[in-house]
């Protein structure tokens, strides 16, 4: 809402300086956002919150400058020669329960012409382009009083008639030259014939008033605000005028508002009055709201005296009838917002002053729920991923959908059940993640094409899958990316990507304490088939890494294919749920262990685990740990070969082991895993 | 007797040139071995005239215990140079670089959502959380913006159906937690909210801190004091704090918090229009309507609410003047913090 001050001093005469002015309309409210100071006014932009429709005028801020300051409002008053008789137009409310209230008069032989200079002038401060002296009288009153009016060029309603009733369907040709398609049941001006003006929200081109117009029939009404509010979305017009009926309009005002127009224009246009039509069958009721005053004092922790409670409701224009306990205050028409007797303890704070109200801590007792280990957990597995080198990025929730074809997931799959967003910003935001990896596959891009040759990100969210049920399945998701080009390095013997990006994850495994875990070949199908894994925690899969498809990586049209793209995704949820809570201390071992390697040559495809797994079962209490130290290809190993070299550490509880017996027992668990794996001892 | 001082003399010159555990060796041998001087100089002891003997006897013993002491300290002098020059010689240059895997950062957001969050629970604050893609009901209705209520138009809203959206703000987690639990209550609820909204200074996706209180005798005073300590820590205990009058439909009074701008110390600048304030949260009683909507006896309790935006604190933390930064995922920008 533009304020121009030259205008609202005419309605409230303070002295006060601008500056002091916006700091007060500011600490009780009405926020000044914006000042622009002009050669000789200055106006300020004030943001009216959508509960105080009554302050979207300037008599609306004129009274609360004056309830501030106390002093006088100077109510814009006027002179009204009814000189026309009775008006030619009939006014029928057909649906009462839409407009309450109906009032009118016709001005006859009047000149549409220029507005005057100051006129003019006014509305342009307040943002309105001048259009005619008709027109800008209803905008001038529109700013001034608060209340939307409407002209219509009365030899043009046909059968002399107003009759406000709802929508049967059809369209209308609005002022603005669009034919538009009527929503059902949106409240409409008809005259004898046909509908000549969307109420509240924009007049039709047929009844414009033109330069030709010799009568006019000035239109001030009460519509119901959630009707407005539907018309004006349905059709998608916005105007000053529905603005302020969707918000609510003063009921009681709009017959003061005609007056101020008729008389404005009979002197500016021209023209005879009639007399005034009003039809008003559902007259405004004043209600009637206690307050106590002990409640006042404690919502908001103060001490302020039964007095000023009610000195401050007066002055905001409401009647305050003083009882002991409790006063009843009579809000008036343009107060809308005030229903209950909280509302009138937000306006007692408003004016007392938010900063007067003291400092306090709430007294309350120690909580007694258990703290959430959850975002302790998640915190964790950041910090792990964080450790391992990977940044923390941060995507919106949202993917586009094809995305889902170029990394080949299947029709069947969970991660295609896509929530979809009826009004996305664009296309490549169009429904929401049901993985991330497209979201980090998109930040390998943008900082590869930016010169970065080590991309190594994480991230953890959510991630959205729809299963049927009305909201979706919302499942937190750990992601990563990695994609680090090899540059000399100082210190040598790095391992190969994979087993990097792999000792992150167990890493973070180990460090949570999750169930048991391993890794086994994995099927995602934009994964190279043979470097790839999926995470199976507690026998059950939440998650896969490996390296990107080559055949992905074509199709991303990403130029870096010399060196491989990693790529992680774990379900936390369920990653979390296997993470045991309590730790148990065993016994630190009174007895030593001896050490002894096996190294073995077996079939190049056999995987590590599954030797590890067959030496593990051996039946035996002895083996208190096996580790795999070595792993060897090429010279001095036949073709199709490999060698595995574990260290097997044994040790018993209760006594210290002999040499002789472990060499037996290592003799016999070598001969054991030779056969198992259908391997050999490796020199021999 | 003269031989005796001879035999002295030449050991302490051949003593003074051997340098090495070696040399020491041999002079050890020379003089003391089975065919060694001393021994050949014994052995011709019956030869002596037996007056003599023993003065001869107890000189030569006397010599061979000073040239088997000089030689033991002789040879933990040599011993302590060879192993200060080995020492001297393993020396590294300590300036290389360690090896180790570069740790990655925090996204800034996370690291200002952590530091919001541990400021709330040290005062005792429980975390409550909520779904993202919510049911209008919880977003709006519950929190008395009806259908076709203008409230509506503060915060446009992304739709998955008529019923279902994204959450336009934290605030339903107010609504659910009130549901399941009874007061007293107090906590926060971090999270993602998301608004149909892009240009220079909004992003469709965002995150907020909600926060609750809710017991039988919760004021206004104390909403000041919670957040005032919360301001405090977050920035600095001489920040200055305002409350002003705004609108919420879920709290009433409500109030807008205002920091004095820590970017110009109040002066005015560029980032606080002018103004020296920063509007930093939104805040309020809870409205009497949100406690019936939960099934609370608004008689029996109060409570107040706020909000706030992480973003435009982690903006204010690190200067950063463009929003957009935050989703980009620059490497250049998340390696900074």
Redesign the interface.
């Known amino acids: 809402m533009r304020v121009p001050l030259e205008w609202l001093k005419e309605l409230v005469d303070f002295s006060i300086s601008t500056d002091d002015l916006i700091l007060k309309l500011t600490m009780v409210g009405l926020e000044v956002e914006g000042v622009e100071r002009m050669e000789d006014d200055t106006v300020l932009e004030v943001n009216v919150t959508p509960n105080r429709p009554d302050c979207l005028s300037i008599l609306g801020i004129a009274r609360e400058v004056s309830a501030l300051l106390n002093i006088p409002l100077k109510f814009p008053e006027c002179e009204i020669r009814e000189e026309g008789g009775p008006s030619l137009v009939d006014v029928e409310i057909a649906d009462e329960d839409l407009c309450h209230r109906y009032a009118g008069r016709d001005i006859r032989g009047v000149t549409i012409g220029d507005s005057p200079e100051w006129l003019k002038k006014r509305i342009a401060k307040c943002g309105m382009r001048p259009i005619n002296n008709v027109v800008d009288i209803t905008n001038y009153v529109l700013l001034e009083m608060g209340h939307p009016l409407h002209a219509f060029d009365m030899d043009t309603l046909r059968g002399s008639r107003i009759r406000v009733a709802r929508s049967r369907g059809g369209t209308i040709t609005t002022l603005d030259g669009t034919e538009r398609a009527l929503p059902e049941n949106s409240l409409l001006i008809w005259d004898g014939e046909r509908p000549v003006a969307v109420a509240g929200v924009m007049g039709g081109a047929e009844t414009e008033v033109k330069e030709a117009t010799k009568s006019i029939f000035l239109e001030s009404a009460y519509f119901l605000p959630s009707s407005i509010r539907r018309t004006s979305k349905a059709l998608g017009l916005k105007t000053e005028s529905a603005y302020r009926f969707e918000r609510g309009t003063d009921i009681e005002l709009l017959e003061k508002a005609l007056d101020r127009a008729a008389s404005l224009m009979a002197v500016h246009a021209g023209g005879k009055l009639s007399k005034k039509v009003d039809v008003y069958p559902r007259p405004f009721q004043p209600s009637r709201i206690k307050v106590r005053y002990e409640r006042v004092n404690r919502i908001l922790g103060a001490s302020i005296p039964d007095d000023e409670m009610t000195d401050i409701v007066q002055r905001l224009g409401m009647k305050a009838e003083k009882g002991p306990k409790e006063f009843v205050a009579t809000p008036p028409s343009f107060r809308g917002d005030i229903q209950k007797e909280i509302d009138l303890i937000e306006e007692i704070a408003r004016f007392h002053g938010f900063d007067r109200i003291p400092v306090t801590v709430p007294k309350i007792p120690i909580s007694k729920e258990a703290k959430d280990t959850r975002y302790h957990l998640m915190a964790r597995v950041k910090e792990s991923f964080r450790s391992a080198g990977f940044t923390e990025a941060i995507n919106y929730s949202f993917m586009n959908p094809r995305m889902l074809d170029t990394l080949n997931i299947e029709e069947n799959d969970s991660r295609r059940r896509t929530l979809i967003l009826r009004n996305p910003i664009n296309e490549e935001e169009s429904c929401l993640r049901t993985t991330l990896a497209p979201s980090l596959i998109q930040n390998l891009l943008y900082n590869v094409s930016r010169g970065s040759r080590d991309v190594r990100l994480f991230e953890v969210s959510r991630i959205f899958i729809d299963e049927g049920a009305l909201l979706p399945e919302e499942k937190h998701h750990l992601g990563a990316i990695y994609f680090r080009e090899k540059t000399p390095s100082l210190w040598k013997e790095e391992a190969p990507d994979f087993y990097i990006v792999k000792g992150a994850v167990q890493s973070l495994l180990d460090d949570l304490r999750s169930g048991d875990y391993l890794f086994q070949p994995s099927s995602e199908p934009f994964l190279h088939p043979g470097k790839s894994g999926d995470i199976i925690v507690s026998g059950k899969k939440i998650g896969f890494l490996g390296t990107l498809h080559p055949y992905i990586i074509e199709k991303l049209s990403l130029k870096v294919s010399q060196q491989d793209i990693l790529v992680v995704e774990m379900n936390l949820d369920a990653l979390l749920a296997s993470v045991s809570g309590g730790v148990k201390y065993t016994p630190i071992p009174r007895y030593p262990f001896i050490d002894r390697d096996i190294a073995l040559v077996v079939d190049e495809s056999l995987p590590a685990t599954g030797v590890m797994e067959h030496l593990r079962a051996y039946p035996t209490e002895l083996i208190e740990d096996i580790s795999l130290f070595d792993f060897y290809k090429g010279k001095n190993i036949p073709e199709g070969k490999k060698s595995l070299a574990f260290t097997i550490r044994y040790r018993a509880e209760d006594r210290t082991l002999t040499d002789s017996e472990i060499e037996e027992l290592h003799g016999k668990l070598t001969a054991y895993i030779t056969a198992k794996t259908g391997g050999m001892v490796r020199g021999t | 007797m003269a031989d005796i001082n001879d035999i002295k003399t030449a050991f302490l010159q051949e003593l003074a040139s051997a340098g090495t555990a070696a040399d020491l060796q041999q002079l050890k041998v020379k003089y003391l071995g089975k065919k060694g001087i001393l021994t050949a100089k014994l052995k011709l002891l019956p030869t002596i005239p037996a007056e003599e003997r023993p003065v001869y006897g107890k000189l030569m013993n006397e010599l061979k215990m000073f040239i088997e002491g000089e030689i033991e300290g002789k040879e933990s002098e040599i011993r302590d140079a060879e192993r200060r020059s080995k020492i001297a010689s393993e020396a590294i240059d300590i300036t ?2 360690g ?1 180790y ?7 800034p ?2 690291t200002v959502l ?1 530091e919001i ?1 541990d400021i709330f ?1 040290s005062m ?6 909520g ?5 209008d009901y919880y977003n709006f209705e519950a929190l008395n913006i009806p259908k ?4 509506r ?2 915060q446009d809203t ?4 008529d ?2 959206i ?1 959450r336009t703000h934290t605030s339903p987690v107010q609504v659910r937690t009130m549901e399941r639990k009874k007061p ?1 209550l ?1 906590f926060i609820a971090p999270g ?1 909210v ?1 608004r ?1 909204d ?1 240009d220079v200074s909004h ?3 965002f995150h907020q801190v909600e926060g609750v ?1 809710v ?1 039988a ?6 909403l ?3 957040l ?2 919360f301001v405090h820590l977050m920035f600095s205990k001489d920040t200055p704090v ?6 919420f ?1 879920f709290t ?5 918090v205002d920091i004095g701008c820590i970017l110009c110390g109040g002066a005015g600048c560029r980032v606080c ?1 002018g103004t020296g304030w920063l509007e930093v949260l939104g805040a309020g ?1 809870v ?2 309507r949100v406690f019936e909507m939960v099934g609370y006896d608004p008689e029996r309790y ?1 409570g107040f609410a706020f909000g706030m935006g992480v973003e435009r604190i982690t903006m204010l933390k690190y200067s950063i003047d463009d929003i957009r930064m ?7 920008f ?2 900074q913090f």
């Open positions: 290389l670089p090896k895997t570069k740790p990655g950062k925090m996204h957001i996370s952590k969050i629970v005792g604050f429980d975390t409550e959380v779904p993202e893609v919510e049911l076709d209520h203008p409230a138009d503060m992304f739709y998955i159906s019923d279902v994204l007293p107090r993602k998301y149909c892009a992003t469709p996706m209180v017991d005798d919760i004021s206004f005073s104390d000041k004091g919670v005032e300590i305002r409350f002003r009058p705004s609108f439909p009433e009074p409500s109030a807008e229009k009683m409205n009497p109060t935050y989703y980009e995922n620059d490497i250049r998340l390696r």
